[in-house]
């Protein structure tokens, strides 16, 4: 059974920043990537960054420039740098992982959420 639990969200100021973490427990595919999602007020949860196991990193063209994800194997934790935060980016962030079946990866495992409020 995987596992996913976030911590590091909180209340900030725009322009400030805030660290996300993601600790991960239980097998993960050495074959598939994780990543952050976010889900803002009244939209629908959108992917905000991904990492692959070799390292690639893809981010959404309202974060790029001001987000860094990184992963550390051997911790099994992912991380979300967030910096030049704007009331935009408020959300509730969740951390997810790729399962691979049947040579495919799909986004099949989900944390809790944590929550992140930036305000002006």
């Known amino acids: 059974q995987v596992q996913l639990v976030e911590s590091g969200g909180g209340s900030v100021q725009a322009g400030g920043s805030l660290k996300l973490s993601c600790s991960a427990s239980?097998?993960?595919?050495?074959?598939?990537?994780m990543g952050w999602y976010r889900q803002r007020p009244g939209k629908e949860r959108e992917l905000v960054s991904s990492?692959?196991?070799?390292?690639?990193?893809t981010y959404s063209d309202s974060t790029k420039g001001r987000f860094t994800i990184s992963r550390d194997k051997a911790k099994n934790t992912l991380y979300l740098q967030m910096n030049n935060l704007k009331p935009e980016d408020t959300a509730v962030y969740y951390c997810?992982?790729?399962?691979?079946?049947?040579?495919?990866?799909?986004?099949?495992?989900w944390g809790q959420g944590t929550q992140v409020t930036v305000s002006s």
């Open positions: 239980g097998y993960i595919s050495s074959t598939c990537g």
């Open positions: 997810a992982a790729e399962r691979l079946s049947f040579d495919y990866c799909s986004w099949s495992y």
């Open positions: 990492i692959s196991i070799d390292g690639a990193t």
